[in-house]
């Protein structure tokens, strides 16, 4: 993991790829969406939040074929944040358990 100053990196292994970007955004956006995904998907408790982690990366190809990462990655942030897991690929929204 690497540090920076708004995000930090998750790999694998020290010198491995791909590359995650876990960031925490507070943007205006942020609660507009919110609102909107828990409509659609009809989970009130998603509705008005005004924070979420988001995880990014470069290269799409090397995070599918190390997808697992990812899932560690989006697994482990729901755990230690007690939050909503929304993968915008799938479509669906995962309720914290």
């Known amino acids: ?17 791909p590359v995650l970007w876990v960031g925490l955004s507070t943007a ?3 609660t507009a969406e919110a609102t ?4 659609a998907h009809d989970v009130p408790g998603l509705a ?11 290269d799409l190809e090397a995070v599918l074929d190390e997808i697992n990462t990812l899932i560690e990655v989006q697994a482990t942030l729901q755990g230690l944040t007690g939050g ?5 690929w799938n479509d669906n929204v995962m309720a914290p358990e």
Not at 48 to 58: I, K
């Open 1 to 17: 993991m690497v540090d920076t100053d708004d995000r930090f990196a998750v790999r694998r292994r020290a010198d491995s790829e």
């Open 28 to 30: 205006p956006h942020v």
């Open 36 to 39: 909107e995904t828990a409509e």
């Open 48 to 58: 008005g939040l005004d924070r979420r982690f988001e995880v990014t990366f470069d």
């Open 84 to 88: 909503y897991l929304f993968p915008p």
